[in-house]
């Protein structure tokens, strides 16, 4: 099973910064890594998949990068509502499909 | 438009089973597979199970396998996951969800039922 680690595990950050979340496999994923924003009460929400591809009707303020082992999350401008938590997920082998325990990031 | 709509609250002793629902609406049912994904409160995203509903081939995770059973009924576009023998800690928010693309195998989950929240407790 592929182990997932975020860091950090919380974020605390000002409107208008730059927010930048890791995800560390733990052997290769290749580029198949998404990321989801959850807010309370919410189901997730798909916001990079592939490591890069932004999901539909994603701000371009959200951004992925990385392949293999190390991937960002980076999130421009922040605005309040981008106050949740964030997941990782690999799908490169399953099952099963496995999950990163989460960075929560919280606007100042 | 595109939907996922999950049956309601349930409230099981401990040994009962569960059975939740998932219909779907607004796509091409048997083209993208539907995958559980269940969340404890306050806890972190853990993935069930997946099934094709084009042929009703299922993948387990390997923590539930010998608990779980995800079915489907295509006439009715719905999707059923029964969870057997619950134990408080199977108390969490069953959510159900879809590839984001036209493909079956595609586990980019772009998207998700509500969830069914799940209250095991004597």
């Known amino acids: 099973e592929i182990v997932l680690t975020q860091s950090p595990a919380t974020l605390s950050l000002s409107p208008g910064e730059r927010a930048t979340l890791s995800c560390r496999a733990s052997?290769?994923?290749?580029?198949?890594l998404a990321w989801y924003q959850q807010k309370p009460g919410q189901a997730p929400r798909l916001l990079i998949y592939?490591?890069?591809n932004r999901a539909t009707g994603i701000p371009a303020r959200f951004s992925g990068s990385g392949s293999g082992t190390d991937f960002t999350l980076t999130i421009n401008s922040l605005e309040p509502e981008d106050c949740a938590v964030y997941y990782c997920?690999?799908?490169?082998?399953?099952?099963?499909?496995?999950f990163g325990q989460g960075t929560r990031l919280e606007i100042k | 438009q595109v939907q996922l709509v999950q049956s309601g609250t349930e409230v099981k002793k401990p040994g009962a089973s569960v059975s939740v629902s998932c219909q779907a609406s607004?796509?091409?049912?048997?083209?993208?597979?539907l995958s559980w994904i269940r969340q404890a409160p306050g806890q972190g995203l853990e993935w069930m199970g997946w099934?094709?509903?084009?042929?009703?081939?299922?993948k387990y995770s390997q923590k539930f396998q010998d608990r779980v059973s995800i079915t489907v009924d295509a006439s009715a576009s719905t999707v059923y996951m029964e969870l057997n023998n619950l134990g408080s800690e199977d108390t969490a928010v069953y959510y159900c969800a879809r590839g984001q693309s036209g493909r079956v195998g595609d586990l980019s989950f772009g998207v998700w039922g509500k969830g069914t929240t799940v209250t095991v407790s004597s």
């Open positions: 997920q690999q799908r490169i082998t399953w099952p099963p499909i496995t």
């Open positions: 099934i094709n509903p084009g042929n009703g081939n299922t």
């Open positions: 607004g796509y091409a049912f048997k083209t993208y597979g």
């Open positions: 052997q290769s994923v290749g580029s198949f």
């Open positions: 592939d490591a890069s």
